[in-house]
């Protein structure tokens, strides 16, 4: 069973950037896939950026492509989404999360999730 723990959310201003990380314990497999998602209150669960375990192939939402970049770093077991140009409707609690098999958008195919950690952007 893999545990995640996300963490590296804050209060930025409005163009700032912030970093957040991923942390993966338990069984990890190169055939994991990680993904970033996001939700604000009364919202669905909406997804950001995803990559996977092995490989150079990385996802991204349309609303963040340019800004936002996943990266891992897979000795210590951790993904990364550094945030840049950070925007008031950023603002959410972001979730790190796992499944086996390939990328996906979709947050019901993700199997373990983080606690989630808030960003706020301010203007």
């Known amino acids: 069973q893999v545990q995640v723990v996300d963490s590296g959310g804050g209060l930025v201003q409005a163009g700032g950037s912030l970093r957040l990380s991923c942390a993966a314990s338990?069984?990890?497999?190169?055939?994991?896939?990680m993904g970033w998602f996001r939700q604000t209150p009364g919202k669905e669960r909406e997804f950001v950026a995803a990559?996977?375990?092995?490989?150079?192939?990385?996802y991204y939402a349309d609303s963040v492509k340019g800004r936002f970049t996943i990266s891992r770093d897979n000795a210590k077991n951790t993904v990364y989404l550094q945030m840049n140009s950070l925007k008031p409707e950023d603002t959410a609690v972001y979730y790190c999360?796992?499944?086996?098999?390939?990328?996906?958008?979709?947050?019901?195919?993700?199997?373990?999730w983080g606690q989630g950690t808030q960003v706020t952007v301010s203007s």
């Open positions: 990559t996977r375990w092995s490989g150079d192939n990385t």
């Open positions: 338990g069984q990890t497999f190169s055939s994991y896939a």
């Open positions: 999360a796992v499944r086996i098999g390939v990328v996906s958008v979709f947050p019901d195919l993700y199997t373990n």
